[in-house]
């Protein structure tokens, strides 16, 4: 049993910033990871960001690189992605997921790995 919480989402103007945290309850999986997805209105869910739990490795998708971050906090089994610069095209409803372990190149990208999903929660960007 894992419960994921996400919180922080809301509107902003463009430029501005965000910072979203995911808590973990439960069972949590030490040798897994975390991945931040977001899904626009009629789009598929994408790809964003990831983190290893034990190693602190970070993983971006092109749109994010340069302008989010993620971090964990392993006491708290919490993480975050904070947002900066943010832009009209990153307003979407963005879910953490929670993996055990993948194997393979770009496996944390894939959203069949992840086993257990937030509630998601809206980013709006104004122009």
Same mark, same amino acid.
């Given at each position: 049993q894992v419960q994921l919480v996400e919180s922080g989402g809301g509107l902003v103007q463009a430029g501005g910033s965000l910072r979203l945290s995911c808590a973990a309850s439960g069972r949590t999986f030490s040798g897994g990871g975390m991945g931040w997805f977001r899904q626009a209105p009629g789009n598929e869910r994408e790809f964003v960001s990831a983190i290893n739990w034990s190693s602190?490795?970070?993983? =971006? /998708?092109?749109s994010a690189k340069g302008r989010f971050g993620v971090s964990r906090d392993n006491a708290k089994n919490t993480v975050y992605l904070q947002m900066n610069s943010l832009k009209p095209e990153d307003t979407a409803v963005y879910y953490c997921a929670a993996m055990e372990y993948c194997s393979g190149s770009g496996c944390h990208v894939?959203?069949?790995? =992840? /086993?257990?999903?937030?509630?998601?929660?809206?980013?709006?960007?104004s122009s």
């Open positions: 602190g490795g970070t993983s =971006y /998708a092109d894939r959203l069949r790995e =992840y /086993a257990y999903w937030g509630q998601g929660t809206q980013v709006t960007v």
